[in-house]
């Protein structure tokens, strides 16, 4: 073990303030190739004070204009280009990507810098018109600190995500990445410093969720949250935010997609399966937006599990260092065995087995891997199809009609992302309509974008990131009426 990370707290690198050091574990190989300091509530009230200082009035970051704030996000995004190949390295090691996916993360991670780099001298008030010897005019603010805490599936991303609209409008950050991945948030935050940031406008205290989330988000300095994470961590922080009526700016919860397979014929089905062999690789499936339950029409049905069960067969899953990986480990122990125990359930709830289905072979005993898995023969009433597995496993469930996909797809707890295949435009059209979700996509998989809003309804959470609506959650408006007739 040769690094050692710390927390970032008011421009200073610093231990924790009991010394408690971590060991950063390999999920390929189990073993601790660096440790990081954890923090504690008084490094989290240290964290809140310096981003409430850096936010007042009179220092340095409220001398920024927004020009220079978006000015200094491309810098950053710069940065990252300029670092990809470090940054990857380090990434697919903490958290087992494939270097692609770690690349390619920090890709989006530089242009949501961008985006929201964009967007910050171009935010306006507004004028009110309240008839003759009045003026009325609305300014748009920044919220002031704002609370940032992520999770670790996709941890950079997550954190520019929200960092960037918040430094954007002009807020300081304090940022609580997840306790399984947060060496390579640090590693970033050190672009930022590298770029100028004054001191206090960005915090990173790794730690435990429970201890600093709860000095997080009851602290009355606090005034926006933004909360990625599981449907029952989203419960406690709502709870905790409601003791100061604290805004939520955005809580992105979990998902349970389901893609609904209406091709022509079978002759079309290079697309869907394309999709579901995308949703078992992709992250290693740990992605909100996984497609994971799939709806297909039954004259389609055997065609579609014999197509895709070859091709699940061939993706390769080992270490990110092996050349030509599809799938890496797990993040973690603790979620191997919870993936691990779904594809018990799957079995003894009577699903066929298509693919997979437990360890993959000649991989020997370490590392958190998992055979991508398909379960075939599924029905609503099974917990593999009802819950979040977060993990290489989907579900595949035969219908006879459009209507039936639809009620089964919306009979579901999660409300955020889903598909429909089709190459018929009315039927395309009239199913997004009628998903009960915040994101539909036609005919693949992709526009989970900077530019566009995405986030869910039901228990996916509230608000929207991305787009031109997420970064004015990020500031609030003040009213304010002159009395123009007053001698
Ligand atoms: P968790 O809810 O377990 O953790 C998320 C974060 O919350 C972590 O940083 C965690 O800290 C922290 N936390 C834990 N307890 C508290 C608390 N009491 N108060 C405040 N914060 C706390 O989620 P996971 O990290 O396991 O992430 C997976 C979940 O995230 C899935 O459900 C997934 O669907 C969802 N997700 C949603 C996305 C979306 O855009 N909709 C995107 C990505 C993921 P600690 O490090 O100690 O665990």
Known sequence: MNTSYQLFIDGVWREGSDGTKVPVIDPATEEAFAEVSWGTPEDANLALAAAEKAFAEGGEWSTWSPTRRGRFLFAVAALVRQNIAELSALFSREHGKPPHQASGELEDAARYLEYFGGWAD???????????????????????????????????????????PALAAGNTCVVKPSREISVVTLALARLFQEAGLPAGVLNIIPGS???????????????????????????????????NITPVVSMELGGKAPSL?????????????????????????????????????????????????PRVRNLKVGPATQPGVDLGPLVSKKHYDNVMNYIRIGIEEGARLIAGGGRPEGLGEKGYFVAPTVFADCHNGMRIVRE????????????????????????????????????????????????????????????????????????????????????????????VWVNLSRK
């Open 122 to 164: 171009k935010l306006t008030g507004m004028t009110i018109d309240l008839g003759r010897g009045q003026m009325d005019y609305v300014l748009r603010e920044p919220l002031g600190v704002t609370v940032h805490i992520a999770p670790w599936n996709y941890p950079l991303d997550i954190f520019c995500r929200s960092i960037a």
């Open 209 to 243: 969720g429970s201890v600093l989330g709860k000095v997080l988000t009851e602290d009355p300095r606090v005034r926006g949250i933004i909360f990625t994470g599981s449907v029952a961590t989203g419960r406690t922080v709502l709870q905790a935010a409601a003791r």
């Open 261 to 309: 397979v209406f091709v022509k014929d079978a002759t079309e089905l290079d697309g869907p399966v394309g999709g579901a062999v995308g949703a078992l690789a992709w992250n290693a499936g740990q992605s909100c937006g996984q497609r994971a339950r799939w709806y297909v029409r039954r004259d389609l049905y055997e065609p579609f599990l014999e197509r895709l069960a």
């Open 388 to 479: 979040e597995i977060f993990g290489p496993v989907i579900t595949v469930i035969p219908v006879d009609s459009l209507d039936e996909a639809v009620d089964l797809a919306n009979d579901n707890m999660f409300g955020l992302s889903s598909e429909i295949w089709t190459s018929d435009v009315t039927t395309a059209h009239s199913v997004a309509s009628r998903l009960d979700v915040g994101h539909v996509t036609i005919n693949g998989s992709a526009a989970f974008g900077f530019e566009v809003p995405f986030g869910g309804v039901k228990l996916s959470g509230l608000g929207r990131e991305g787009g031109p609506e997420a970064i004015l959650a990020y500031t609030r408006l003040k009213n």
